[in-house]
């Protein structure tokens, strides 16, 4: 499944990218958009694009192709922007021109990390637990969690990242279940939550089982902390006048953003440019129903 990068028109409008400029992509992905920037900041404007996936990484070669020596393409977390900065030496231009103009983060995960891989990300094809971006750098897996924490520790992961109103019943359900044998994969996890919850929750506006699956894939990932750890690296590395722009999909994320961007303007080191979240327009949603839910928010440094 190709993934379809949201509110492409807003983020080029807040990130404002001008020729020659550089920017950070710190959610690269397929490279959606990355491309737009590319397209503004010709002819030797640079981009540095960071993705956690390495099948991510792979997706977002083309880039590399298309617009050769101004792509420099990382695999790692963004929660360590400043040491990927360090380590690539990036923009690496002569001085006064190794600026960094701006730096996008679209949180998350892609459509096809969603239904294209076999992490267990989805509750619409039976997967194995797993819900890891990079397995080469975490050992924490949504098969761990279920089977190997205590029911307070599910329930509050339920209840803290996935704001589950049955955090406990489910967790409970989960504790039970797991006496019987290991919980292995996204059916058997989708049995127990709907055995957990009541009837009229199951025919809700979202799946019964999304709040359970968006906990697990933040606590796997650890995704609320690493999104804390970017914010004040990326305002600290952007130059004087760069801006940030940042695309949540959910509102704890939403919340974690909107803190920071607050106490850093009363600080003085920002300018927020959003007063509300940007969200995408109705011909958006109705051609790309991952939209709904994506809010934008953005910054220029003083
Ligand atoms: C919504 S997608 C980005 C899509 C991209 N903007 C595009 O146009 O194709 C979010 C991406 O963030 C990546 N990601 C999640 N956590 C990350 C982290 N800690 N560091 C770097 N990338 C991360 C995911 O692997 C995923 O590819």
Request: positive net charge.
């Amino acid at each position: 499944m190709i993934h379809t990068a949201v509110l492409k028109k807003e983020v080029l409008q807040y990130l404002s990218p001008q020729p020659n400029e550089n920017f950070i992509d710190c959610t690269v992905g397929e490279g959606g958009h990355a491309e737009e920037i590319l397209l503004k900041n010709k002819p030797e404007g640079k981009l540095l694009g960071i993705d956690l996936d390495p099948q991510q990484i792979v997706s977002s070669h083309w880039l590399e192709a298309h617009f050769q020596n101004r792509v420099t393409l990382v695999n790692n977390s963004y929660s360590h922007l400043q040491e990927i900065i360090e380590r690539k030496n990036f923009p690496c231009l002569p001085v006064g021109r190794g600026q960094i103009h701006g730096i996008l983060l679209d949180l998350g995960m892609s459509s096809a990390q969603l239904e294209g891989t076999e992490k267990g990300f989805t509750f619409k094809i039976d997967q194995g637990l797993d819900m890891r971006y990079n397995d080469q750098m975490g050992y924490l897996t949504s098969e761990k969690i279920v089977n190997e924490w205590s029911e307070e520790k599910i329930e509050e992961a339920l209840r803290e990242h996935g704001e589950e109103k049955f955090s406990k019943k489910i967790a409970k359900k989960i504790f039970e279940e797991r006496k019987k044998g290991r919980i292995k994969t996204t059916f058997q996890l989708i049995e127990i939550i709907k055995d957990a919850t009541p009837s009229q929750y199951w025919r809700g506006k979202i799946h019964y089982a999304t709040r359970t699956f968006q906990a697990l894939r933040i606590a796997v990932n650890d995704e609320l902390e690493n999104l804390k750890k970017v914010l004040p690296e990326a305002i600290s590395t952007l130059s004087a006048g760069g801006r940030l722009v940042v695309i949540s999909f959910h509102s704890l994320e939403d919340r974690i953003v909107k803190n920071f961007l607050s106490e850093e303007a009363k600080k003085g080191t920002i300018k927020i440019l959003t007063k509300k979240p940007v969200c995408s327009s109705r011909e958006e949603t109705k051609v790309n129903p991952r939209a709904r839910s994506a809010k934008l928010r953005a910054a220029i440094k003083l």
